[in-house]
C-alpha cells in the first residue's frame, strides 16, 4: 500500500499529474466569487462558509475521474488487481492518494482564501478542522464513483452526476459548521456528524468500490 | 511427471462479452513446464489467459492454483511514462514484495536504459520493460498475452531466454503466441474447445 501510494504521490507531481489543479481552480473560484457579489463585505462574510465549502467540493470533483482512468487506459489496473494487493486496498490507497494531492492542501489553503471571502475571524479554526474531516469523505466517495465508470470513455460527467448527490451531506454539515462558528454558536455537532460520514464511508466504500472494480475489469 | 501441478483447469468454460467461447478445457501444468497456446484472433486465448488470472469469474468448472501464483502480462504493459525504467521496475517489484531489479534489468538488456523516462521508450523497449516486470513479481506461473509483439529477433532471443530460465528454476509459462518462440513446449490449439452451438445456447447468463 504504501508503495502504491508513493508511486501515485510521485506520479501526480510529475509533469501532467495534475497535483495543484485543483488547488489552482480552488483558488480562481474564491477570488471570483467576490467580483461577482461585489464589496460589501456584510454578504461575503454571510455566504463565506458556504462559498468555501462548495469551491472545495467542485475542486475535488476535478480530479476524481483519473483516479483510476489512467490506471486502467495504461493496463497497469488489470496488473495491480493480480498484483498481491487486494482491490480493497487498492481503492482505499487510491483514495488517500487523492486526498492527500487534493483535499490536504485545499484544508491548508482554505484559510488564506476566507480572508479574501471575509470570513468572520472566530471561524478559521472550524472551517479547517471541518474541512480536515470532511475531505476524505470527499475522496473516498470519490474513489468509489471512479471504480463504478471505470471502463467508460467521457466517464468523467457521469462520474460527476453520480458522485455530486452523495456529497450533499458532507457539504451540508460542513458549511453548516463553519457557519456556526461566524455566528458565535457551537459547530460541535454538525462537526462529529461530518466525522461520522467520513468514517462511515472509509469503512463502506473500499469494499463497495473493489466489487465495481472486479465487475468493470470483467 | 509427479509432482504437483501448478496450475490445473477442470472442465473450465469462459465467456466474454456473455458468450461463451471456450469450454471443457481441462489441462495440467506442472513446474518446468510452457504450454503455448495457439489459435486465430477471437478463439478466446485472451478470455483464458484472463480467466487464469482470475480477472473473471469462469463460467463453468473450475481453474485449481494458488491465485498468487500467477503472474499475468497483458497487450498493455501497465508503464507510466513519467516515471523512469528503473521506477517502474521497482514499484512492481516492492508490490510483490521482491527486492532486486538488477536481475530483470540485465535479462532484457534494459541496464543502459534505466534511468529514462518511459515515455520516451520505443514500443520494443516498452515491451521489454513490460516482461521484465515479470521476473520481479517472483511468481512461479507466467501466463502471457502474445508477449513478443513489437519485439525485434533478438528481442525475442532474449525473452525465449528468459521464459527458459524461468522453466529451469521449477515455473511454468503459459503464452499465447503466433510465433514460434523455439522453446521446449507442448502447443494447444484452443479452437478444439469451441463449444458446439447447443451447449452455448443452453447456458444463461442470467443465472450468473
Known amino acids: ?35 461577482g457579489v461585489g464589496p460589501s463585505s456584510g454578504i461575503l462574510g454571510q455566504i463565506a462558509p458556504g462559498v468555501l465549502w462548495v469551491g472545495a467540493l467542485l475542486a475535488c470533483l476535478l480530479s476524481l475521474d483519473r483516479i483510476f482512468a489512467t490506471d486502467h487506459e495504461d493496463g497497469s489496473l488489470e496488473l495491480l488487481a493480480t498484483a498481491p494487493l487486494p482491490l480493497e486496498a487498492l481503492t482505499l490507497t487510491k483514495a488517500a492518494a487523492h486526498w492527500l494531492t487534493t483535499g490536504l492542501p485545499l484544508t491548508l489553503a482554505a484559510p488564506i482564501l476566507a ?27 470519490g474513489a468509489f464513483g471512479a471504480a463504478l465508470t471505470v471502463g467508460l470513455k467521457r466517464g468523467g460527467l457521469l462520474l460527476s452526476l453520480l458522485v455530486l448527490p452523495l456529497y450533499i451531506p458532507t457539504l451540508i454539515f460542513g458549511a453548516d459548521a463553519v457557519r456556526r462558528a ?9 462537526l462529529m456528524l ?16 473493489a466489487a465495481a472494480l472486479r465487475m468493470n475489469l470483467r | 511427471m509427479n509432482q504437483s501441478p501448478l ?58 492454483t494458488n491465485p498468487d501464483a500467477i503472474a499475468y502480462s497483458a497487450h498493455a504493459d501497465g508503464i507510466k511514462g513519467t516515471l523512469s525504467v528503473a521506477e517502474n521496475l521497482t514499484f512492481w517489484a516492492g508490490l510483490f514484495g521482491t527486492s532486486s531489479i538488477d536481475a530483470a534489468l540485465a535479462a532484457f538488456e534494459l541496464n543502459d536504459l534505466k534511468d529514462r523516462r518511459a515515455g520516451a521508450l520505443s514500443a520494443g523497449q516498452k515491451r521489454r520493460l513490460g516482461l521484465a516486470r515479470l521476473l520481479v513479481t517472483g511468481r512461479p506461473v507466467w501466463a502471457l ?34 510465433i514460434d518462440l523455439g522453446l521446449d513446449a507442448e502447443t494447444l490449439d484452443v479452437t478444439r474447445f469451441k463449444p458446439d452451438r447447443a451447449q452455448t445456447e443452453a447456458f444463461d447468463e442470467a443465472f450468473l
Do not use: W
Open chain 1, 194 to 209: 461530518l466525522a461520522l460520514i467520513t468514517l462511515g464511508s472509509l469503512a463502506i466504500l473500499p469494499f463497495a468500490g
Open chain 2, 7 to 64: 496450475l490445473s483447469l477442470d472442465t473450465l468454460a469462459c465467456s466474454r462479452g456473455g458468450l461463451i467461447v471456450l469450454a471443457g478445457v481441462s489441462l495440467n501444468i506442472g513446474p518446468g513446464q510452457a504450454l503455448i497456446l495457439r489459435g486465430p484472433n477471437g478463439s478466446g486465448k485472451t478470455t483464458l489467459l484472463r480467466t487464469i488470472a482470475g480477472l473473471q469469474p469462469p463460467a463453468q468448472g473450475r481453474v485449481a
Open chain 1, 1 to 35: 500500500m504504501i508503495r502504491l501510494l508513493a508511486r501515485d504521490l510521485r506520479l501526480a507531481v510529475r509533469a501532467g499529474g495534475g497535483f495543484g489543479l485543483a488547488l489552482a481552480f480552488f483558488l480562481i473560484v474564491c477570488v471570483l466569487i467576490p467580483f
Open chain 1, 115 to 141: 480572508l479574501l471571502l471575509n470570513l468572520p475571524m472566530p471561524a478559521y479554526g472550524t472551517l479547517i478542522l471541518s474541512l480536515a474531516l470532511g475531505t476524505p469523505a470527499l475522496s473516498m466517495i
Open chain 1, 182 to 190: 461566524a455566528e458565535g454558536q457551537g459547530a460541535t455537532t454538525p
Open chain 2, 145 to 178: 498475452d502474445e508477449p513478443t509483439v513489437s519485439l525485434d529477433q533478438s528481442a525475442v532471443q532474449m525473452f525465449a531466454t528468459a521464459v527458459g530460465a524461468h522453466l529451469k528454476q521449477g515455473g511454468a509459462a503459459l503464452i499465447a503466441t503466433h
